[in-house]
């Protein structure tokens, strides 16, 4: 099941914050996403969308 975002601030918010992930790994995710929130303008139910869809793609499959 592949679950797209509406906006396109929070496509780049997702994009951004998994390669932030990559290259940054010792930053908590909360707090990519709170940086996400505010470089990309989010909703707070954006950014609660963007903790669950990169969670999940840090989980292992």
Same mark, same amino acid.
């Given at each position: 099941?592949?679950?797209?975002?509406?906006?396109?601030n !929070?496509r +780049?918010? *997702?994009?951004?914050?998994?390669? /932030?992930? +990559?290259?940054?790994?010792? &930053?908590?995710? &909360?707090?990519l996403? /709170?940086?996400?929130? !505010? +470089?990309?303008? !989010?909703?707070?139910?954006?950014? /609660?969308?963007l903790?669950?869809?990169?969670?999940?793609?840090? &989980?292992? *499959?």
């Amino acid at each position: 099941m592949n679950i797209q975002p509406e906006g396109e601030n !929070l496509r +780049k918010a *997702v994009t951004w914050v998994l390669e /932030e992930k +990559k290259f940054n790994s010792e &930053k908590m995710l &909360k707090e990519l996403i /709170e940086e996400a929130c !505010l +470089k990309f303008d !989010l909703s707070p139910m954006d950014a /609660e969308f963007l903790l669950r869809s990169t969670s999940l793609k840090d &989980k292992p *499959v």
